[in-house]
T-cell receptor, first 113, second 115 residues
Framework: GAGVSQSPRYKVAKRGQDVALRCDPISGHVSLFWYQQALGQGPEFLTYFQNEAQLDKSGLPSDRFFAERPEGSVSTLKIQRTQQEDSAVYLC???????????FGPGTRLTVT | AQSVSQHNHHVILSEAASLELGCNYSYGGTVNLFWYVQYPGQHLQLLLKYFSGDPLVKGIKGFEAEFIKSKFSFNLRKPSVQWSDTAEYFCAVIPSGAGSYQLTFGKGTKLSVIP
């Protein structure tokens, strides 16, 4: 079956621009996660949704980061007024009712110039 | 909060050599442990996982890992590597129990296998 998909795969933004990153989870998966992976690092947790409810946003690095999942399926991670330190790969993962087993998408590589 | 350390940043092996990648975690309670692999140009894939029971876990492609609770370790092993095992390997942990969902990853170990 189809896995987690993310778009765009690559995004170049000028500093100060807003960006929106999309995640399509595996159909039927209630849990959705966003992670940020900086160069040479492991992924770091950003936020967690169960259906449409955002249950944890403790990993979002600043109030410029905002995530939503209004209908409990597709999710969007928005970054306002991008900064160079936002350059990273943004990973989306989804799971069924067992959050331990997370399936990852290919990621969006964001480069802020 | 939990943390994960992976001892080697980059490992280079010849084909047929044996592999052991180190992983140690820091957390006071019981945990669920994972190894993920990322092949060049591909997304993160689950290699194997430990939840409970037999501490020796077998995964895909001949990989195995052993959970040693007293050492807080979950090292990944393979007796004979192949060129196709060239990838980056990440160890990760989630505390056990209801309400736990946040994967904490190590920094990864890049494995290069020379034909």
């Amino acid at each position: 079956g189809a896995g987690v998909s993310q778009s765009p795969r690559y995004k170049v933004a000028k500093r100060g621009q807003d960006v929106a990153l999309r995640c399509d989870p595996i159909s039927g998966h209630v849990s959705l996660f966003w992670y940020q992976q900086a160069l040479g690092q492991g992924p770091e947790f950003l936020t967690y949704f169960q259906n449409e409810a955002q249950l944890d946003k403790s990993g979002l690095p600043s109030d410029r980061f905002f995530a939503e999942r209004p209908e409990g399926s597709v999710s969007t991670l928005k970054i306002q007024r991008t900064q160079q330190e936002d350059s990273a790969v943004y990973l989306c993962a989804s799971s069924s009712n067992r959050p331990y087993e997370q399936y990852f998408g290919p990621g969006t590589r964001l480069t802020v110039t | 909060a939990q943390s994960v350390s992976q001892h080697n940043h980059h490992v280079i092996l010849s084909e047929a050599a044996s592999l052991e990648l180190g992983c140690n975690y820091s957390y006071g309670g019981t945990v669920n442990l994972f190894w993920y692999v990322q092949y060049p140009g591909q997304h993160l894939q689950l290699l194997l996982k430990y939840f409970s029971g037999d501490p020796l876990v077998k995964g895909i492609k001949g990989f195995e890992a052993e959970f040693i609770k007293s050492k807080f370790s979950f090292n990944l092993r393979k007796p004979s590597v192949q060129w196709s095992d060239t990838a980056e390997y990440f160890c990760a942990v989630i505390p056990s129990g209801a309400g736990s969902y946040q994967l904490t990853f190590g920094k990864g170990t890049k494995l290069s296998v020379i034909p």
